[in-house]
Structure formats: structure tokens, C-alpha cells
């Protein structure tokens, strides 16, 4: 099994232009994958981890409720926020400059074949992450994510997540609030759920991240959790 994973820090980068990169790369692994069961052969497959931030954008899932956008097209065009339909899972949500997005590329053969365990072990490295900054993150039962106060009249969103698979291949991936502009949030109804906010590291300190900071933790702790070793 290959625990080896290239990494790439795109920086602030339009999301179909990263959609379109996570998806060549996610073709590709599956090429050598269909290769390898055609030919009997054992070629390695690849896994990449991408770190970025996207400018103002709302995206939804391919199961997800177009209702849960509550701005038409020419209040998205005068905000200048996109919007996109994807093929991940998850329903709506936004990404935004001072908010980092992961997108891990991996192949879980070299892993375990299980997508519950790989996503709670997603939610693991942001708690974790969380931890670092004296913030408590928490998993809510049925609610994929990381959250804040589960289970009370103040329960929020701080990480929220949403893949796609195929072949064991996944990509798409977890989106963290840290410096993030809030008020974007209250064009939607976050991931289809009305009854709890989302928050961030920011606001959750009362103080500025450090975003380079952030990401050597991120790392850090995606090394630990998934065993891996980054170049």
C-alpha cells in the first residue's frame, strides 16, 4: 500500500479551475486502477492532498436542494459570488477567502475500504486541528462535519465536509472556517440545515489566524491520523 502523498498549496484559486484539476487528477488515478484489473498488474496508484482558498462562491451537491439558496442569480452577480452544481455529496455550502479548503485525492485501497472510517477520520484531523486553538470540535450523530456546543440551543458548523468516490478514489473534501467572512452564510441555509449556525476560528478566539500557521497544523495532523508522509 502507498501512503505517500504529493501535496500542492494552490493559494486563492477560482473553484472550477481547482474542480477541473481535482478531476484530472482523479481521472487519472482511476485510469491505472482499470489498467491494473485488465492487466493483472500492480501499478501504484498516486494520492495528492490540494490546500486552497476559493474566492466567493456557492456550491451544492448533487443530491442537494436548490431551495437551500435563498439569493437569486442577479443578487449573486451583483455580490460577485458564483455558483456551481458539483458531484460531490453534502447540499449547499459556501467557500470564501480566509476559509482553507482540503481536497485529498486518495486512492483508499492504500488505506482501508471504508468511506464512514475515511470521513471520520476527516473529521478527526480538524478536531484535532481545533484542539490547538482551545476550540472543543465534536461530531453531531447524522451530521457529517465538525462542530461546535452538539446537542444545544447554540450548536454550530465550523468544518463542513462533502466528497465524492469512485473505486475507492475520492476527492472533493473539508472546507474550515478560519478568518472566514460569516455573513456570506446567510444567503443559504448551510448544508440543508436551518436550525443550527456556523461559526469560525476567528470568531470562536476573537483573534486573527495565522493561515500559514493553520495549514503546517492541518498537515500535521492528516500525517498522524492517516499515517502518511507528505512531499
Not at 486502477?33 to 485488465?38: A, D, Y
Not at 439558496?69 to 455529496?89: C, D, H, P
Request: hydrophobic content about 35%.
Amino acid at each position: 500500500m502507498n501512503k505517500t502523498v504529493f501535496f500542492k498549496d494552490l493559494g486563492l484559486i477560482d473553484y472550477k479551475e481547482c474542480w477541473d484539476y481535482q478531476e484530472g487528477v482523479f481521472l487519472k488515478t482511476l485510469k491505472v486502477k482499470s489498467l491494473n484489473r485488465k492487466k493483472n498488474s500492480n501499478i501504484p496508484t498516486k494520492n495528492f492532498m490540494i490546500f486552497c482558498e476559493h474566492p466567493h462562491v456557492y456550491t451544492i451537491g448533487k443530491n442537494g436542494n436548490k431551495t437551500n439558496l435563498l439569493i437569486n442569480n442577479g443578487l449573486l452577480k451583483s455580490k460577485g459570488v458564483g455558483f456551481y452544481e458539483t458531484n460531490r455529496g453534502g447540499d449547499i455550502t459556501y467557500h470564501g477567502p480566509g476559509q482553507l479548503v482540503a481536497y485529498p485525492i486518495f486512492d483508499l485501497d492504500n488505506f482501508f475500504s471504508d468511506i464512514h472510517k475515511y470521513l471520520r477520520l476527516l473529521e478527526e484531523v480538524v478536531i484535532l486541528t481545533l484542539k490547538d486553538y482551545g476550540i472543543k470540535g465534536e461530531r453531531s450523530k447524522g451530521e457529517t462535519g465538525v462542530w461546535l456546543d452538539v446537542g444545544s440551543k447554540n450548536a454550530r458548523k465550523i468544518c463542513a465536509f462533502g466528497v465524492k468516490s469512485s473505486r475507492w478514489v475520492t476527492m472533493h473534501g473539508l472546507a474550515l472556517n478560519i478568518n472566514t467572512d460569516l455573513s456570506f452564510f446567510n444567503y443559504i441555509v448551510p448544508c440543508g440545515i436551518s436550525d443550527k449556525g456556523v461559526t469560525s476560528i476567528n470568531k470562536e478566539i476573537n483573534n486573527s489566524v495565522c493561515m500559514n500557521e493553520l495549514k503546517n497544523k492541518l498537515k500535521s495532523h492528516f500525517r498522524s491520523v492517516f499515517d502518511i508522509n507528505f512531499i
